[in-house]
């Protein structure tokens, strides 16, 4: 990372920031000024004509709050008791570019400039974030509706600000897509990454080939919502069980036409060559030969192949106006074309030396496709394989070098690693202050280089994401941090000034009914300790929270105890905590701390390793595994999946001995991919449980030098599988296992 906090600290720190509103992402510039306007009965919003829509929008957002008229009229003019709404291409706008805006607050009046009605439209947003938080609720208020004075001078940093969702694993209706898109264009996102193809299902209406969404978008599920890629299943049959949906052409054009109105460019993604399991099970002749398997990577050999994606992308650019399409052209598993007389025939004849080149042949045949057309494709960091294609823009998803290596062939790149902006990943993995604190541009760059980033964006992969309440926590407040990453030049970002933001913002978020994740309660000791007394506190919560627990051993709900100040629990005591937030009922996770009397030492012959049972069976949380009979039994030198026999469906029993060698404090990092359970001496440490991708929690132990039996029980579903257990502390921490 190009900038430690402590730079990015000390550099903002000049630039007095602490006297911003809680606009996010924050102005470049901000100038506070006497006074406030004051919206009121009276006000009239005024705009030259070509921003007309952006004075409407303006007027459709506050009118069920405040209850006022707020009628709209064309003209230049700027009038008392008005907000207006200008066009200006004076030098000092200009330089603001297409997206930037001057706002000036006085008293009397609001006057909004920018050289086109993209930078007005920000403008907007921002005022809307200086309003009260009340004026987002979709109700009348009563409130004094102010917005302190000011001068603004603002403009984004880079001309990519995207947010992703995959609507195949999950579909996700209409009325949601345009929810989503209103929350990240009041962030000031300008493109919405719609995932529409994958082997979870076809989400998009095609005249031509109507089984894509008869069939493709329908999918057995065996519970609502559940996710197995193993057991993806398009019986054909509709019985009324089946899970899934599709967007029609009508809904499509109608969700593009409601982003633009809000400056957001849809961009879809129409998966290729690999992750396409529903059209080859709507139509099977565009799998290879010989065909069986589950097939989801379209035949590189066959001309109908190319036949097929020529006419829905067609449709696909009758739809979209976008100058980008996404193609993927991720994970493909080649093993398929290795094995196909049509595709090693396509090699020869092409003189194309291996199956990456093959690759590389069909992204450049898809690429002059859309060129011809006067689109641009966009690929995931894998169609770098092979050879990039002439006009491809880069997606980097595996870390940053991807972008790198595109850039330094002269194309642009668009940045989003796993390590900041995969949203599917836990908080704990991917917190927002690491993505707050991602810079797009690589400090390996060179400024000409540089400029290629067309900038980055958050994904949300929606495996475990089933509902609607689920993206919207997993999206949010992360989506908020990279807004701002995006909009403001890296040594402008403080991070402490962000948080600040952030504990206001969270009354927007509740005003607007997002399900964001709350923080959960900061204890500031250990969460386990081994003694006959311990002592629980914790950081205060966010302005407008509380942290409620309990001792009895139930789940606080909003009745439970205000925590106010530290408090002695004893021996076998458990305490439950989350933090609620005083304008919304979702709580935040759970945080658990106990005590627990120190354990009696165990005597006997230990030796280093793990003892472990392994067990098959499919499960979406962890199973008693005293009551199974395991597969296989062994020893080993570590703990992780090697020991499986099956890539799915298996389960492990790891147990031993700790062998604490110094009294103190260790912090105990548990990852897994499915579920997982870490115990010490009978008592609960790490509760990672569950069907989940890879997700990291961690718990910090308070312990005496002995020796300590722990139990750590694993599972995998189905798709990856990981395991790992990290243990920090004052001393080296050895595994021992007892002896034969």
């Given at each position: 990372m190009r900038h430690n906090r402590d730079v990015l600290l000390a550099s903002a720190a000049m630039l007095s920031v602490l006297a911003s509103p809680a606009v996010i992402p924050r102005p470049l510039d901000y100038s506070p000024k006497p006074g406030a306007f004051r919206l009121s009965w009276s006000t009239t919003i005024i705009a030259s004509a070509e921003a007309l829509d952006e004075a409407q929008f303006l007027a459709r957002s506050l009118r069920p709050a405040t209850g006022f008229p707020l009628p709209v009229r064309g003209g230049n003019a700027e009038a008392p008791d008005s907000i207006v709404l200008l066009l200006d291409t004076s030098p000092e706008v200009a330089a603001l570019g297409r997206e930037g805006y001057v706002l000036a607050i006085a008293p009397d009046r609001i006057v909004a400039r920018s050289t086109a009605p993209a930078g007005l439209f920000y403008a907007v947003q921002?005022?809307?974030?200086?309003?009260?938080?009340?004026?987002?609720?979709?109700?009348?208020?009563?409130?004094?509706?102010?917005?302190?004075?000011?001068?603004?001078?603002?403009?984004?940093?880079?001309?990519?600000?995207?947010?992703?969702?995959?609507?195949?694993?999950?579909?996700?209706?209409?009325?949601?897509?345009?929810?989503?898109?209103?929350?990240?264009?009041?962030?000031?996102?300008?493109?919405?990454?719609?995932?529409?193809?994958?082997?979870?299902?076809?989400?998009?209406?095609?005249?031509?080939?109507?089984?894509?969404?008869?069939?493709?978008?329908?999918?057995?599920?065996?519970?609502?919502?559940?996710?197995?890629?193993?057991?993806?299943?398009?019986?054909?049959?509709?019985s009324g069980d089946e899970y899934g949906g599709y967007y029609t052409r009508a809904e499509i054009r109608e969700i593009v036409a409601y982003a633009a109105q809000r400056h957001v460019t849809v961009v879809p993604e129409i998966e290729l060559p690999g992750?396409?399991?529903?059209?080859?099970?709507?139509?099977?002749?565009?799998?290879?030969?010989?065909?069986?398997?589950?097939?989801?990577?379209?035949?590189?050999g066959s001309e109908k192949t190319f036949e097929f994606l020529e006419n829905i992308l067609d449709e696909t650019l009758d739809l979209f106006p976008s100058p980008y399409i996404h193609i993927g052209g991720d994970e493909v598993y080649k093993g398929w074309w290795e094995n196909c007389t049509r595709c090693r025939g396509r090699m020869a004849q092409e003189g194309l030396r291996d199956v990456d080149e093959l690759q590389s042949y069909f992204v450049r045949r898809i690429d002059a496709f859309l060129t011809a057309r006067g689109r641009k494709l966009i690929g995931w960091d894998e169609i770098l394989e092979g050879g990039l294609a002439p006009n491809a823009t880069v997606m980097s998803w595996r870390g940053t070098q991807g972008g790198i290596e595109a850039v330094r062939q002269g194309r642009d790149a668009i940045m989003c690693p796993t390590s900041h902006c995969y949203f599917d990943y836990s908080y704990g993995t991917t917190p927002t202050e690491e993505v707050y604190l991602f810079d797009p541009a690589p400090e390996a760059l060179a400024p000409d280089e540089a400029s290629r980033i067309l900038g980055a964006q958050g994904n949300l992969w929606t495996e475990w994401m089933p509902d609607e309440e689920r993206v919207l926590?997993?999206?949010?407040?992360?989506?908020?941090?990279?807004?701002?990453?995006?909009?403001?030049?890296?040594?402008?970002?403080?991070?402490?000034?962000?948080?600040?933001?952030?504990?206001?913002?969270?009354?927007?978020?509740?005003?607007?009914?997002?399900?964001?994740?709350?923080?959960?309660?900061?204890?500031?000791?250990?969460?386990?300790?081994?003694?006959?007394?311990?002592?629980v506190a914790f950081q205060p919560a966010p302005p407008g929270m509380v942290i409620r627990f309990t001792t009895d051993g139930a789940a606080p709900d909003a009745s439970s105890p205000v925590y106010r100040q530290p408090f002695k629990i004893s021996a076998g005591t458990v305490v439950r905590a989350a933090t609620f937030s005083l304008r919304s009922s979702h709580p935040s996770d759970e945080v658990r701390l106990a005590c627990v009397l120190p354990h009696e030492q165990r005597e006997g012959n230990l030796v280093p390793g793990v003892a472990y049972r392994l067990y098959h069976g499919s499960w979406s949380r962890l199973p008693d595994f005293d009551a199974l009979v395991p597969v296989?039994?062994?020893?080993?030198?570590?703990?992780?999946?090697?020991?499986?026999?099956?890539?799915?469906?298996?389960?492990?029993?790891?147990?031993?001995?700790?062998?604490?060698?110094?009294?103190?404090?260790?912090?105990?990092?548990?990852?897994?991919?499915?579920?997982?359970?870490?115990?010490?001496?009978?008592?609960?440490v790490v509760d990672n449980n569950g069907l989940h991708a890879f997700v990291e929690r961690s718990a910090r132990v308070r312990m005496k030098r002995g020796v300590y039996p722990f139990v750590l029980d694993y599972f995998e579903q189905g798709g990856a599988d990981a395991v790992s257990l990290r243990i920090e502390g004052p001393a080296p921490v050895e595994l021992l296992r007892a002896g034969e």
């Open positions: 921002t005022l809307r974030q200086m309003l009260p938080h009340e004026s987002l609720l979709p109700t009348k208020q009563t409130n004094d509706w102010l917005i302190p004075c000011a001068r603004i001078t603002d403009k984004p940093r880079f001309a990519w600000r995207g947010m992703h969702l995959d609507v195949s694993r999950h579909f996700f209706p209409p009325e949601f897509i345009k929810r989503f898109i209103d929350l990240i264009a009041l962030h000031k996102f300008n493109v919405f990454h719609w995932h529409l193809i994958d082997d979870g299902g076809w989400r998009m209406e095609s005249l031509q080939y109507p089984l894509l969404t008869e069939r493709g978008a329908w999918r057995s599920a065996p519970k609502r919502g559940e996710w197995s890629q193993s057991a993806l299943n398009f019986p054909g049959t509709r992750h396409t399991l529903p059209s080859i099970v709507c139509y099977p002749n565009l799998a290879c030969d010989p065909p069986g398997g589950n097939q989801n990577v379209y035949c590189a926590h997993m999206a949010f407040p992360r989506a908020a941090a990279l807004a701002e990453a995006v909009w403001l030049p890296q040594e402008r970002k403080d991070l402490d000034d962000f948080l600040r933001r952030l504990n206001a913002h969270y009354a927007r978020l509740d005003a607007l009914g997002v399900t964001y994740r709350i923080p959960a309660p900061q204890p500031t000791a250990a969460t386990l300790t081994f003694d006959e007394v311990a002592i296989a039994t062994g020893a080993t030198d570590r703990i992780g999946v090697h020991v499986k026999q099956r890539e799915e469906q298996y389960g492990v029993r790891f147990e031993g001995y700790l062998n604490i060698s110094a009294d103190g404090e260790y912090e105990f990092q548990l990852g897994s991919d499915d579920g997982s359970v870490l115990r010490i001496a009978g008592a609960m």
